[in-house]
């Protein structure tokens, strides 16, 4: 099964993109990963924030097939400790389908046609991070939990 990361906007900073490519690489050896950035809005300074989140709904709904997972990275979503987070991949996966699908999307959040199409929503945290940041976190997060997984030495409890 795929694993696929949808982003809205670009990570700038070196670092954080040096970070995500090496935990993207790492990830290869467990799973298939992508990771998709979907462009800013042009024009988005004439916009609402309510226009904002319907055109990057848009955009975003226009990459999930059918029988695509799609799991939305929220504010208001479940957080997870690293071990339960790696029994939801794992349970994730053994339901089937072709891919799950993560999101993160834009500053103002989603759509709520985004809303109503995703099966689920996780929280990495109730702090709030750059979305640059975010990318990279769980990137970590999941390469974590694919060594959980596995009974790796990389976790500790």
């Given amino acids: 099964m795929k694993i696929k990361l949808i ?21 290869k050896h467990y799973c298939s990963v992508e990771m998709i950035e979907i462009p800013e809005l042009k024009n988005a300074k004439k916009m609402s924030r309510a226009q904002i989140k319907a055109e990057e709904g848009k955009l975003i709904l226009n990459l999930i097939k059918p029988q695509e997972q799609l799991i939305l990275l929220d504010e208001n979503g479940h957080q997870f400790g690293s071990v339960q987070f790696s029994k939801f991949i794992e349970k994730r996966k053994n339901q089937g389908g072709k891919s799950i699908i993560f999101v993160i999307g834009g500053a103002y959040g989603f759509s709520d ?11 990495l945290s109730s702090m709030t991070f750059s979305h640059q940041m975010v990318r990279l976190f769980f990137l970590e997060q999941l390469y974590r939990a694919h060594t959980i997984l596995k009974g790796e030495p990389y976790h500790h409890n």
Wanted: hydrophobic share 25%; proline share 0%.
């Fill in 113 to 123: 046609d985004v809303y109503v199409k995703s099966q689920s929503k996780i929280s």
């Fill in 7 to 27: 982003c809205v906007g670009k990570t700038i900073k070196g670092y954080l993109k040096d970070g995500e490519n090496e935990y993207l690489k790492r990830l």
